[in-house]
């Protein structure tokens, strides 16, 4: 997805914050999605949020958005071992630019050091 | 079972031959995507279909083939397998275009000698 776009890699010690950045271009998105991949796995998703929020909260799970900067984080907190996975971001289907599916980021592995 | 499932879970083949990959899932979605997975590209679109009898190109389309008789399955054909095919192919579904978004099956690891 190069409308997406993510940093590859993140490392962070069990306990710690993690945060993972996404940059997306399509200021028409309705919404924007978290998905996890564990190794082997399909694309789970975490969470999503509403493009008129700035915020939401999971659990451990912080999600920020910043429509004027087409900006898009997910914060961790506590990150546990089991966290280690590839993060994706994705943005939602618009009928402005005329797509149809999903577009996702090249994913941003996590790993947790214990 | 119930969910979405894809068949096979691994499969090796030679260049130029046709190869198949399955998907089904049991929920009556609507809709159905095909994407592949490289390294450093992400999630790429090959197909999607919006209900049966209704597919479209996505972003990497050329050298596959889609049909969906069936709401429930959605095949993906290789017609003359590349090397640039070996992939990690990824189907999912959902009700809607966008919402609490997809759910993918986990996966067909695709390997093209």
């Known amino acids: 997805g190069e409308d997406v776009e993510q940093s590859l890699f993140l490392s962070v010690r069990e306990g710690d914050s993690s945060v993972i950045n996404c940059t997306y271009t399509d200021s028409s998105s309705t919404y924007l999605y978290w998905y996890k991949q564990e190794p082997g796995a399909g694309l789970q998703l975490l969470t999503y949020?509403?493009?008129?929020?700035d915020m939401k909260q999971d659990q451990r799970l912080t999600v920020l958005l910043n429509k004027k900067d087409k900006h898009l984080s997910l914060r961790i907190a506590d990150t546990q071992t089991g966290d280690s996975a590839i993060y994706f971001c994705?943005?939602?289907?618009?009928?402005?630019?005329?797509?149809?599916?999903?577009?996702f980021g090249s994913g941003t592995r996590l790993q947790v050091q214990p | 079972d119930a969910g979405i499932t894809q068949s096979p879970r691994y499969k090796i083949t030679e260049t130029g031959r046709q190869v198949t990959l399955m998907c089904h899932q049991t929920?009556?979605?609507?809709?159905m995507f095909w994407y592949r997975q490289d390294l450093g590209h992400g999630l790429r679109l090959i197909y999607y279909s919006a209900a049966a009898d209704i597919t479209d190109k996505g972003e990497v389309p050329d050298g596959y083939v889609v049909s969906r008789s069936k709401t429930e399955n959605f095949p993906l054909t290789l017609e003359s397998a590349t090397r640039s095919q070996t992939s990690v192919y990824f189907c999912a579904s959902s009700e809607g275009l966008s919402g609490a978004g997809y759910t993918f099956g986990s996966g067909t690891r695709l390997t093209v000698v």
């Open positions: 994705a943005e939602s289907p618009s009928m402005d630019t005329g797509r149809r599916a999903l577009t």
């Open positions: 929920w009556s979605h609507s809709y």
């Open positions: 949020i509403f493009s008129n929020m």
